[in-house]
């Protein structure tokens, strides 16, 4: 039977809440100014209503307005500070489709070439989706090769492939998370399990080496013929 999932402790979810601040703040020079006006303007519109003659009451709920400003300006700010962070970096797609909502089940750089260009392979409800980063010319090869290989085995599921980039055609890492939201839910769940264990078997297997085997490897003369 599946475990559930883990409760955080209040005091956790204070320090990580803590550490995405100081993230922000130092990679973001508008974050603190916004902070600031998320929590002046709920808490002077409290006050002045009190002080217009509303009821007391007006001051907690200007507390909590002030809040919530100030978690949806972090939410916002943090997720621009984190794109700009991984901006460039290899893996960087792999890694924010790991942190998306949902359950999406992502195998990192299933192809890749010397030259940082890698191809990931990501499992969710809209199907079996490619991603793949680097040099757009050597990075459709992968996706070519990584297609024709997934093609036999992932039955009727769906399989789309993108780019990372910001050339004409390629889909920009910021615009990465709402492409694949955006995506039609055509697998359902019990199938994602499936599709994703058959996947694995195939990712899992030794690949063969290229190229004319070592004399160590290679079989005795006439033993392929006695097969």
């Given at each position: 039977m599946a475990t559930a999932p883990q409760k955080v402790k209040f005091r956790d979810r204070i320090k990580q809440i803590g550490m995405v601040f100081s993230f922000t703040a130092k990679r973001d020079k508008l974050f603190i100014p916004l902070v600031l006006i998320a929590v002046i303007v709920p808490l002077?519109?409290?006050?002045?209503?009190?002080?217009?003659?509303?009821?007391?009451?007006?001051?907690?709920?200007?507390?909590?307005?002030?809040?919530?400003?100030?978690?949806?300006?972090?939410?916002?700010?943090?997720?621009?500070?984190?794109?700009?962070?991984?901006?460039?970096?290899?893996?960087?797609?792999?890694?924010?489709?790991?942190?998306?909502?949902?359950?999406?089940?992502?195998?990192?750089?299933?192809?890749?070439?010397?030259?940082?260009?890698?191809?990931?392979?990501?499992?969710?409800?809209?199907?079996?989706?490619?991603?793949?980063?680097?040099?757009?010319?050597?990075v459709r090869q992968l996706l070519g090769q990584e297609k024709r290989r997934l093609s036999k085995v992932i039955g009727s599921a769906d399989m789309r492939d993108f780019i990372v980039g910001d050339d004409e055609g390629l889909v920009p890492l910021g615009k990465l998370r709402n492409t694949l939201m955006r995506l039609p839910r055509t697998v359902s769940g019990k199938d994602v399990n499936a599709l994703d264990k058959r996947l694995k078997a195939l990712t899992s297997r030794p690949q063969m080496p290229k190229g004319q085997l070592p004399k160590n490897m290679r079989p005795p003369k006439g033993a392929m013929r006695g097969r």
């Open positions: 002077a519109a409290a006050g002045i209503a009190v002080a217009l003659g509303a009821s007391w009451t007006w001051l907690p709920l200007g507390v909590v307005a002030a809040v919530l400003a100030i978690m949806i300006v972090l939410n916002l700010r943090s997720n621009n500070a984190m794109m700009s962070e991984m901006e460039g970096q290899p893996g960087a797609a792999a890694a924010l489709v790991e942190n998306m909502r949902g359950d999406w089940r992502v195998t990192q750089a299933v192809q890749y070439t010397g030259q940082f260009d890698m191809v990931h392979l990501v499992i969710g409800r809209p199907g079996v989706i490619l991603i793949g980063e680097g040099n757009p010319q050597r």
